[in-house]
């Protein structure tokens, strides 16, 4: 959970029941798309905290095809918004078109909204060009008491922006997922210790390693998690991590030799201590 500022949850609480009131009203009107994108644009101002004049520009060109809404600060674009007609479901092709605008400006992230749905994504610069979906905050459900979505504002908001919180964000929910989860039970000490405990459940346990992960991969963990590209991107990232040396590492042999000589009296002060004995 991101550190939130008093003043930037003191904002969102503010600002939030009163932009439920204009989302709920909207839908009820059922507005257009251009009425839409002026609320989306009030939203980023007083809910968001961005200078309405400075950091949110609206129709921004793009290589000949104009981007409804721009967060940025002096020229480093945070994201880019995409705004449908607030009676409007969100659809692929929607999603396409803003993912278009982001990969030929170069941007990694990328907002489609229709003012009540927020969907945020990072944009994969690969051939072909991806994306992979963040979060989703639904306006007119999130609570100023729910810390989830607390942070998902706050990442989006001036002050997250500039701190780089939606990468946070994104890096903590990348290591949190279900194919890295399912990976990591898939690894040998994983493994090992499950045979442990299982043992103390029943002496007569007698299932290896190579038993367990075959029933774990035939009967408890779902295929897609355990096959694909994303799956096998999570099993190189375990065996990244695994590789990486713990912070508490043992001391070297030679280290240990050296501590031991220094906690030990020398033979010269052994011998002192006899002579004076005698």
Same mark, same amino acid.
């Given at each position: 959970?991101?550190?939130?500022?008093?003043?930037?949850?003191?904002?969102?609480?503010?600002?939030?029941?009163?932009?439920?009131?204009?989302?709920?009203?909207?839908?009820?009107?059922?507005?257009?798309?251009?009425?839409?994108?002026?609320?989306?644009?009030?939203?980023?101002?007083?809910?968001?905290?961005?200078?309405?004049?400075?950091?949110?520009?609206?129709?921004?060109?793009?290589?000949?095809?104009?981007?409804?809404?721009?967060?940025?600060?002096?020229?480093?674009?945070?994201?880019?918004?995409?705004?449908?007609?607030?009676?409007?479901?969100?659809?692929?092709?929607?999603?396409?078109?803003?993912?278009?605008?982001?990969?030929?400006?170069?941007?990694?992230?990328?907002?489609?909204?229709?003012?009540?749905?927020?969907?945020?994504?990072?944009?994969?610069?690969?051939?072909?060009?991806?994306?992979?979906?963040?979060?989703?905050?639904?306006?007119?459900?999130?609570?100023?008491?729910?810390?989830?979505?607390?942070?998902?504002?706050?990442?989006?908001?001036?002050?997250?922006?500039?701190?780089?919180?939606?990468?946070?964000?994104?890096?903590?929910?990348?290591?949190?997922?279900?194919?890295?989860?399912?990976?990591?039970?898939? *690894?040998?000490?994983?493994?090992?210790?499950?045979? #442990?405990? %299982? /043992? $103390?459940? =029943? +002496?007569?346990?007698?299932?290896?390693? &190579?038993?367990?992960?075959?029933?774990?991969?035939?009967?408890?963990?779902?295929?897609?998690?355990?096959?694909?590209?994303? *799956?096998?991107?999570?099993?190189?990232?375990?065996? #990244?991590? %695994? /590789? $990486?040396? =713990? +912070?508490?590492?043992?001391?070297?042999? &030679?280290?240990?030799?050296?501590?031991?000589?220094?906690?030990?009296?020398?033979?010269?002060?052994?011998?002192?201590?006899?002579?004076?004995?005698?």
């Amino acid at each position: 959970m991101a550190a939130i500022p008093k003043k930037v949850q003191d904002r969102i609480k503010t600002n939030l029941k009163k932009y439920q009131k204009v989302l709920e009203s909207a839908k009820a009107r059922d507005i257009n798309e251009s009425d839409t994108v002026r609320i989306v644009s009030d939203m980023l101002c007083d809910l968001f905290g961005f200078d309405r004049y400075l950091e949110i520009s609206t129709e921004y060109l793009i290589r000949g095809t104009y981007c409804d809404l721009v967060v940025k600060s002096g020229d480093t674009i945070h994201f880019l918004m995409e705004v449908k007609a607030i009676g409007l479901d969100l659809k692929e092709s929607h999603l396409r078109q803003v993912v278009d605008y982001a990969a030929k400006q170069g941007v990694e992230w990328a907002v489609l909204t229709n003012g009540i749905i927020w969907e945020t994504y990072r944009i994969l610069f690969k051939k072909p060009i991806g994306q992979e979906k963040i979060f989703e905050i639904n306006m007119l459900e999130v609570s100023p008491r729910a810390e989830q979505d607390m942070e998902k504002i706050y990442v989006l908001s001036r002050e997250g922006t500039h701190k780089a919180a939606i990468s946070s964000l994104h890096e903590e929910l990348q290591a949190t997922n279900r194919f890295v989860i399912a990976a990591i039970l898939q *690894a040998d000490d994983v493994l090992n210790t499950l045979r #442990r405990e %299982l /043992k $103390k459940v =029943s +002496k007569v346990v007698r299932a290896s390693k &190579e038993d367990l992960l075959r029933i774990l991969r035939n009967e408890v963990l779902k295929r897609e998690v355990i096959e694909g590209e994303k *799956a096998e991107a999570a099993k190189h990232k375990i065996k #990244r991590g %695994l /590789k $990486k040396p =713990s +912070k508490t590492a043992q001391i070297p042999t &030679e280290s240990k030799a050296v501590a031991k000589i220094e906690a030990s009296p020398s033979e010269s002060e052994a011998n002192t201590k006899s002579m004076s004995e005698d």
